[in-house]
């Protein structure tokens, strides 16, 4: 991988993490007026509309035939990126609350080291004994965000108890996305993107039809989708297209274990984004936040060593 290559990697990823970094922001003032499944299945409709148009374009209306192709390995990476992540995590911070953007970005912070976690458990690659530290480091800085320094309220609190695990099982949701991306060496980043995406709004569309019809939410009236507007253009064509396509042409460049490393942009873009809408953590969050950031920084610095060792 040359220099030219390397720098587009990291600008790629640089770009869809600071567009979810805001995205979480943006979303605390969508879920007062749209619930999540609903909101969930608008943005990703509208957003897998603009791939399949992008595709079009770009690789013509054969890159659409799936025969030969692992289509069902697709659907199911597909489902757990859109239908995983996105019903998932907006679930959990619209349960979180006011606070709920900065508890979900915090979250996406452990990607990196899921990602390690789940490369071991279905690669068989044990990581070293340094990463296994660092794993418990960072986890041990996302505990103090989401309970603040207190244990009891975590505990004894069902609601936050939910909320957290929903985030968590999303951001899980994503770093499988991610990995599946390895599984199509000769798929475009636009051709894995634009197919997962639609094939995944079949799960979408599907749950959110079935959570209508058994009344667990509500159809959504036209007064509460106009609300949602400019939260939608700013999710299906910003956080959605824009960054969905960068995050795969970065990660197909740096591979997805590096490129998961960039999810530590998240959480300090949603800080700033909230902080500018008078959102403050407090201070114990903010301790739990540096410590999470320093040891995925740090785990990326112990990476690259162990690396650079084992080629010596």
Not at 135 to 141: A, N, P, T
Not at 205 to 212: E, K, R
Request: proline share 4%; net charge positive; hydrophobic share 55%.
């Amino acid at each position: 991988m040359n220099n030219s290559s390397y720098l587009k990697g990291i600008l790629f990823c640089l770009i869809a993490t600071v567009s979810w970094g805001t995205m979480f922001p943006i979303m605390t003032d969508a879920l007062t007026h749209l619930d999540p499944f609903n909101f969930t299945t608008l943005r990703y409709g509208i957003a897998g509309l603009a791939f399949a148009v992008l595709m079009l374009a770009k690789e013509g209306k054969e890159s659409f035939n799936l025969k030969g192709e692992k289509w069902g390995l697709a659907w199911l990476f597909g489902t757990f990126g859109f239908a995983g992540f996105g019903f998932l995590v907006f679930w959990g911070q619209h349960l979180a609350g006011p606070k709920g953007a900065l508890t979900a970005s915090i979250m996406m912070a452990t990607m990196p080291m899921l990602s390690i976690l789940t490369i071991w458990v279905l690669k068989k690659v044990r990581p070293h004994i340094s990463t296994v530290f660092f794993i418990l480091l960072s986890f041990s800085g996302v505990f103090l965000v989401l309970s603040n320094g207190d244990l009891y309220a975590l505990i004894n609190s069902p609601t936050n108890l939910t909320a957290n695990t929903l985030i968590i099982l999303g951001a899980l949701c994503w770093v499988l996305y991610t990995i599946g991306g390895s599984h199509f060496p000769h798929w475009s980043p636009v051709r894995y993107t634009t197919l997962t995406t639609l094939l995944g709004m079949i799960s979408v569309i599907s749950i959110d039809l079935f959570l209508m019809a058994t009344h667990s939410v509500q159809v959504p009236s036209f007064t509460s989708v106009v609300a949602v507007i400019p939260h939608l253009l700013y999710m299906a064509f910003i956080a959605g297209l824009v960054a969905v396509l960068c995050w795969n042409m970065g990660n197909r460049i740096l591979t997805p274990t590096n490129g998961v490393l960039f999810m530590d942009i998240v959480p300090i873009t949603a800080f700033f984004v909230s902080f500018l809408n008078n959102v403050v953590a407090s201070n114990v969050q903010l301790i739990g936040a540096s410590i999470t950031v320093i040891a995925l920084i740090l785990n990326n610095l112990n990476q690259h060593r162990l690396i650079k060792f084992s080629k010596t």
